[in-house]
């Protein structure tokens, strides 16, 4: 049988079941559980740490009336890092190269952003849709080419995390498919390829580290502008 790249890109799926909500469920394990105390031990400490460093940078451009999503965007923020750095693990699936689950997490939030700014300040959002001191010929352009790049906004932040996820991981298993071939024929330059494949997944580490930091932040932005 004949196995594409791209397979691991597919759900995977038992009995005809789907899987993939077990593979989203399944970092919630990782997260400290219900206890009298609020330290337990020093891994509940360096978790409560993280999410505080998380929440304060998140919660640093918003003003009063925006921390109130500081619970939502904190725990999207942690649920992607969480999912990317576990879909860098041998023989697991990463939901968030699924451009269907991106738009699904991206869509509502962005058009919670946009509902927020029209009920509270509809003039003001509006207004962002016409730059001050625009020549009148050019006004209904102008207006088209906004609403267009506002419109845009869930599309872009799906396709940035599915398009950066989806590229490192194909590297990836290119990379280690020639580390694999290469060893009984030519044995130096598969130790070299190793090497990059090790560097390279560092620097995917990384990246799955930005990709879910950009995300909520252009969130936060987005309803920065609204409130």
Do not use: C
């Amino acid at each position: 049988m004949n196995v594409s790249f791209f397979d691991q890109f597919s759900s995977p799926s038992l009995l005809g079941i789907p899987l993939v909500l077990i593979s989203m469920t399944f970092p919630a394990l990782l997260l400290p559980s219900l206890d009298n105390r609020w330290i337990t031990n020093r891994l509940s400490t360096l978790q409560l740490w993280f999410i505080n460093l998380v929440t304060k940078q998140l919660m640093t451009p918003l003003n009063k009336k925006g921390h109130k999503w500081a619970l939502i965007l904190t725990s999207l923020m942690i649920f992607l890092l969480l999912i990317n750095l576990l879909g860098l693990l041998p023989y697991t699936f990463t939901p968030t190269t699924q451009l269907s689950m991106n738009l699904a997490l991206a869509f509502p939030l962005w058009l919670a952003t946009l509902l927020t700014g029209l009920r509270n300040q509809p003039s003001a959002s509006l207004a962002h849709l016409l730059p001050e001191g625009t020549p009148t010929p050019l006004i209904p352009a102008l207006i088209l080419i906004e609403t267009t790049s506002l419109l845009i906004r869930p599309l872009a932040l799906g396709v940035r995390l599915t398009a950066n996820l989806t590229a490192g991981h194909l590297l990836i298993q290119l990379i280690s498919t020639a580390t694999t071939a290469l060893f009984s024929t030519m044995p130096l330059v598969s130790l070299l390829t190793l090497l990059v494949l090790f560097l390279l997944t560092i620097l995917e580490v990384a990246v799955a580290m930005i990709q879910a930091y950009v995300f909520v932040l252009l969130l936060s932005l987005y309803l920065q502008e609204n409130i």
